[in-house]
């Protein structure tokens, strides 16, 4: 079972469906307790990292997340979900998850903030499990006002130009992290969450 975090914000029936859609089975909620009995864990949203912090430190969730990576349960943070990783997020000058070292900065510069709609996403590793069956350079959806801006690039599995480039995938060893909406990014992106519903298969 996939536990889908729900702390307030929106957006979490649409990538509930899109899993399902993909043949996971998941499961929406609140609780810490079911996100620990959870097999895989994916953490969604749009909204404040402030806001979202103080919901999930109320409910115990961010406890819960920390606990289910240690022991190398399958996660995925989406948008919001994968700046609250970091460390640090300026937005509400906040303390985030501290899955990944580094910070949560509001883009200084670009066309247009927030960044709204269809962006390509270069992979720097081509072979990582995320970007199975995905072309170079494809299209997914953006909607944010803040980047995350990792203090070790090891991380950094992909870029978007935006103003300049900046990190929109992290994969590491416990998580993995999407700037951009799969949910909303067409086939391209059921089949990134094709992808990570394969790993949670896999562990």
């Not at 870029?159 to 086939?187: A, D, L, M, N, R």
């Amino acid at each position: 079972m996939i536990a889908i975090v729900d702390y307030g914000a929106g957006n979490i029936h649409s990538i509930a469906k899109a899993l399902e859609h993909v043949g996971g089975e998941v499961c929406v909620t609140d609780e810490a307790a079911v996100v620990s009995r959870a097999s895989a864990v994916v953490l969604p949203g749009v909204g404040s990292g402030g806001s979202a912090m103080k919901r999930m430190r109320e409910r115990g969730l961010d406890d819960a997340i920390r606990e289910a990576t240690q022991v190398g349960k399958p996660f995925l943070g989406i948008c919001l979900g994968m700046q609250l990783l970091s460390e640090h997020h300026d937005e509400g000058e906040t303390a985030g998850l501290g899955l990944f070292s580094g910070e949560v900065r509001r883009i200084p510069h670009g066309p247009k903030i927030p960044h709204m709609g269809w962006n390509q996403v270069q992979p720097l590793r081509e072979d990582l499990p995320i970007f199975a069956g995905i072309p170079n350079e494809a299209y997914f959806y953006f909607a944010h006002s803040y980047y995350v801006e990792p203090r070790d690039q090891a991380g950094v599995a992909g870029v978007t130009e935006y103003g300049s480039p900046y990190c929109t995938v992290i994969v590491t060893e416990q998580v993995w992290g999407t700037q951009f909406h799969p949910e909303k990014s067409g086939v391209i992106g059921l089949r990134m969450l094709q992808n990570f519903v394969d790993w949670t298969k896999r562990v």
